[in-house]
C-alpha cells in the first residue's frame, strides 16, 4: 500500500467513488456527463479525481458497458438543404457542443433514400453507437421505433405525434402561431393568411392549430382559402404565396411557420408589388440570421434552437448512463418567444 491508503499503479473507479465519499454509479455519472448529478457530489468526484491523477480507461469503460462513445445525429434531409437552412445548423451546434464537453464522438448521418436508411439500420444492429438524435421526423417514420426496438437510447427533436412514445425535445409551436396571430390582429390586420409546413409532420400541424386558436381569439373567422401548405423550404414558400394571392388578392398578413418560408412568400410579394408592411404585415418562425437580414428586418417567433439540440443531448448522455424505463421517457417542451421587427 501506498502513504495515500491505495494501492500503487493506476487509480480505480472504486478507489475515486471511496475517496469522493459517493457510491460507483455516481461517479460513472460525472464522468460520463450525466446530468442527473448533484453539484455537491460533481465536485466531490472532481476532486477525488484530481487528487488521485485518475484518467478514465476509456477502451476498458467501452468493453466494460458495451460502450462506443459515440452518439449519431440523424438528419434525414439532403446535403443542400442541410446547409441552406439555419435550423439544423443551430441543432448541430448545440448537439456538439453539449457532447464534446462529455467527451462524446459526433456522428452526422444524412439520411435521403430507403437504402441509406437500411444501411444505417444495419450500422445501429452492429451496436456502433451509444445512442441516437433524431431531427425532423415525419408521422409515419418507423426509425424512432427501431432505434429503441434495437435496445438504444434515443431522443427527438419535435414530435411524430401528441401522444409520442419515445423522449423528445420540443418547443412551444401551438403558441408559435398564436402569438403571431395575435400580434398581426393587434396590428389592425383582417384577412391573415398562413403558409403551413409539411402536414404529415407534427410541428406543421401544432404551428396551424396556434394559428386558428389566434384567429378565434382575435373574433376573425377561420377560412380554409387562407391557408396554403407549404415544406419549410424556400421554395415552398413561394409556391404556397403565389396561391394565396391568386385565391385571396386582398389578404394583408401571413404568418409563414418558418422565417426561410418567409423569405420566399417575401420575394413573391415584391414581384407582385405588394409592399411590406404597408399592404401585406409578415411573420415567421426561429429568428434565425434569415430573419435578421431580410428587407425588411422580419417578426419572427423565437424557439431557441440551439439550446433544443443541447437538452437533446443531455437527455440522451443521461439515457445512456441511467436507463429509463419504457413508460418513463423524458419530455421537454421549450417556450418560445416573439421579437417584433419591421415586417409587421
Do not use: W
Amino acid at each position: 500500500m501506498a502513504a495515500s491508503g491505495r494501492q500503487t499503479g493506476r487509480p480505480t473507479l472504486e478507489e475515486v467513488a471511496l475517496r469522493a465519499g459517493v457510491g460507483r454509479g455516481t461517479v460513472s455519472r460525472v464522468i460520463n456527463g450525466s446530468p442527473k448529478v448533484s453539484e455537491q457530489a460533481k465536485a466531490a468526484v472532481e476532486r477525488a479525481v484530481a487528487e488521485l491523477g485518475y484518467v478514465p480507461n476509456r477502451a476498458a469503460r467501452a468493453l466494460a458497458g458495451s460502450r462506443t462513445d459515440a452518439i449519431a445525429l440523424v438528419i434525414p434531409e439532403t446535403e443542400a438543404r442541410l446547409f441552406a437552412e439555419p435550423y439544423f445548423l443551430a441543432i448541430i451546434r448545440g448537439v456538439s457542443t453539449e457532447l464534446a464537453d462529455a467527451d462524446k464522438q459526433l456522428l452526422l448521418t444524412l439520411i435521403r433514400s430507403e437504402r441509406e436508411r437500411q444501411r444505417f439500420e444495419q450500422y445501429l444492429a452492429a451496436q456502433r453507437v451509444d445512442g441516437v438524435l433524431l431531427v425532423s421526423v415525419h408521422d409515419e417514420d418507423p426509425l424512432p421505433d427501431q432505434v429503441r426496438a434495437l435496445g438504444l437510447p434515443a431522443v427527438l427533436n419535435g414530435r411524430r405525434r401528441e401522444d409520442e412514445c419515445v423522449a423528445f425535445v420540443d418547443s412551444d409551436n401551438t403558441g408559435a402561431g398564436r402569438s403571431a396571430v395575435a400580434h398581426l390582429a393587434a396590428r389592425g390586420r383582417r384577412r391573415i393568411a398562413t403558409v403551413t409546413g409539411p402536414l404529415d409532420m407534427y410541428v406543421a400541424r401544432c404551428r396551424l392549430d396556434g394559428y386558428r386558436e389566434g384567429l378565434d381569439d382575435a373574433g376573425l373567422p377561420v377560412d380554409d382559402a387562407l391557408v396554403a401548405t407549404g415544406d419549410f423550404t424556400e421554395d415552398g414558400g413561394r409556391r404556397a404565396m403565389r396561391e394565396l394571392l391568386e385565391r385571396v388578392p386582398d389578404l394583408d398578413a401571413v404568418f409563414a411557420a418558418s422565417d426561410v418560408m418567409a423569405a420566399g412568400a417575401r420575394a413573391v410579394l415584391r414581384e407582385a408589388g405588394r409592399r411590406v408592411p404597408e399592404d401585406v404585415a409578415l411573420v415567421g418562425v426561429d429568428d434565425s440570421a434569415v430573419a435578421r437580414h431580410m428587407d425588411p428586418p422580419l417578426t419572427s417567433v423565437r424557439q431557441p434552437i440551439e439550446e433544443m439540440g443541447r437538452t437533446m443531448a443531455r437527455l440522451l448522455l443521461d439515457e445512456i448512463a441511467s436507463p429509463s424505463g419504457a413508460d418513463e421517457q423524458p419530455r421537454r417542451m421549450l417556450p418560445t418567444e416573439l421579437v417584433v421587427r419591421a415586417s409587421s
